[in-house]
């Protein structure tokens, strides 16, 4: 099993492929698996190298709270110790903000940026949302919490026509997995996380899609990224929340792949 020691991080990861490295950066909560929708189409055509933050999955170290410049100084460190010199920096959701900070902190290293359903800040309504799930996973788990979750990621189409998908996931919330704590750990990178004024800094070519109808990160906060970020590219799924990823894969690894495939 491939690990990366870090310091006093020991950091699980996994690469597939040959070519341009992509990273892909997962979102809260979520181990490399989130990408497995990906990384086949991916790998066709580049090194796909997918990871687990700290505070979930196989990665070990010292416990939170987090903050978004940690996660990506560990994504960097990651790839330096994988002989990466220029990688295409993907991320989704808490991937995204730390895709953000990778590209500011680091920007010699960045080939182009993806931003997937990210946001800038947690606005008052973020940090409300946030705040309540730390709060609902302390009193009820991580099951509970993960159900809850699942209704702010997807749209209600997508509940009524893919029940496989949601008994898939009641399987795996059943397993041991993340804890109450290092989810909260993690949360407060989310809550912490502002990047609105830095990012005007970025100079490389940068692709920012968001559903147009996200409830967890509203357009507003792709529009004002995009705004700051010159030359960036925006895309809106119609009637799509906070999964494209997993909800349209084919349309989204289509999009993804012509993106990197151009840079």
Known sequence: ????????????????????????INGLGADHRAWHLQTEDLERSFRVIVFDNPGVGQTTGPR????????GDVAVALLQ???????HVVGASMGGLIAQQVAVRHPELVRSLTLHCPWWRADPYTQALIRSWQSYARVA???????????????????????????????????????????????????????????????A?????????????????????????????????????????????EDFNRLNLEFLEAH
């Open 81 to 87: 110790s994988l002989g990466v010199e220029r990688a």
């Open 141 to 203: 788990g991580m099951v509970e919490l993960s159900r809850q979750v699942w209704l702010w990621v997807f749209t209600p189409r997508f509940f009524e026509e893919r029940p496989d998908w949601f008994a898939r996931l009641e399987e795996e919330a059943q397993k041991p997995g993340q804890s109450v704590e290092a989810f909260c750990d993690q949360a407060e990178a989310c809550v912490a996380h502002e990047a609105l004024e830095a990012v005007a800094a970025i100079e």
């Open 1 to 24: 099993m491939p690990f990366a020691e870090l310091g006093e991080r020991r950091v699980y990861y996994e690469e597939r492929g040959t070519g341009d490295a992509v990273l892909l």
């Open 205 to 249: 070519p940068t692709l920012i899609t968001v559903g147009d109808g996200d409830i967890l990160t509203p357009l507003a906060h792709s529009r004002a990224l995009h705004e700051r970020i010159k030359g960036s590219i925006l895309h809106v799924w119609p009637q799509m929340g906070h999964a494209p990823f997993w909800e349209i894969p």
């Open 64 to 71: 939170g709270p987090y903050t978004t410049e940690l996660f």
